[in-house]
């Protein structure tokens, strides 16, 4: 088995205000995603990554950076935020398999608010 | 679009009684859907309750069942007999065999089961 951490758990920010959220992985998964939920709505895709140092963007990226340093870690940056925002982000992982399916296992979420 | 619709929720149902959630989607731009059912339990992260990747095929996984039915373009999630453990929020969700990054969910539907 394996685990994802996401940290922080709660993060507070200031409208306009540059902020980073962090995921680790130990299953030593290829391919890793950034997702966020709004209150009462589903995951939206913001940004995902097959491997290390590559970025693909979701339907959700403007406002948001990713970066993918090495394979078991995976950031998002808030570049500027804004209070409809707020919301609850997800970071998952799977094996990569083209043409075929690769379950995602989710970590705990962050829950983002700006003041 | 592609899109994901499910029953609205919340839905209470007392134990050991039937439950079905209704999941409905549209794969436009989807030529191999694969279909989802994730679950949160209270104080847990989301993960996979089940999954079908082949169109007229079923799932089944801790007494819930789904069924691909590519004609009404449909995946409802049924138990035949609830218990309280049961009690979470269900999301149904649409994937592609093709793209890792499209993962599509549903609003989520919470579920409260009466003892």
């Known amino acids: 088995g394996g685990i994802i951490t996401q940290t922080p758990k709660f993060l507070i920010g200031q409208e306009g205000q540059k902020l980073t959220l962090k995921c680790q992985q130990n299953f030593n998964h290829d391919t890793m995603y950034w997702y966020r939920q709004d209150s009462g709505k589903g995951l939206r895709l913001i940004y995902y990554?097959?491997?290390?140092?590559?970025?693909q963007k979701g339907d959700l990226s403007e406002g948001y950076d990713a970066s993918r340093e090495k394979k078991s870690s995976f950031s998002l940056t808030v570049t500027s935020a804004q209070k409809n925002e707020m919301a609850v982000f997800l970071c998952?992982?799977?094996?990569?398999?083209?043409?075929?399916?690769?379950?995602?296992?989710f970590g705990p979420g962050t829950r983002l608010t700006v003041l | 679009g592609d899109s994901v619709t499910q029953t609205e929720g919340p839905v209470t149902v007392s134990e050991s009684e039937s439950l079905i959630i209704n999941c409905t989607y549209s794969a436009t731009s989807i030529a191999y859907p694969n279909l989802f059912w994730y679950v949160r339990y209270p104080g847990e992260g989301l993960q996979l309750l089940l999954k079908v990747i082949t169109a007229g095929q079923k799932g089944s996984s801790r007494g819930f069942e789904a069924t691909y039915n590519k004609e009404t373009t449909s995946f409802h999630l049924q138990k035949a007999s609830v218990q309280e453990s049961d009690s979470a929020v269900y999301y149904c969700?649409?994937?592609?065999?093709?793209?890792?990054?499209?993962?599509?969910f549903g609003q989520g539907t919470k579920l409260s089961i009466k003892p």
């Open positions: 969700a649409l994937g592609d065999r093709y793209n890792q990054g499209k993962l599509i």
């Open positions: 990554s097959i491997t290390e140092n590559d970025l």
């Open positions: 998952a992982s799977s094996i990569a398999r083209a043409g075929g399916y690769a379950e995602q296992f």
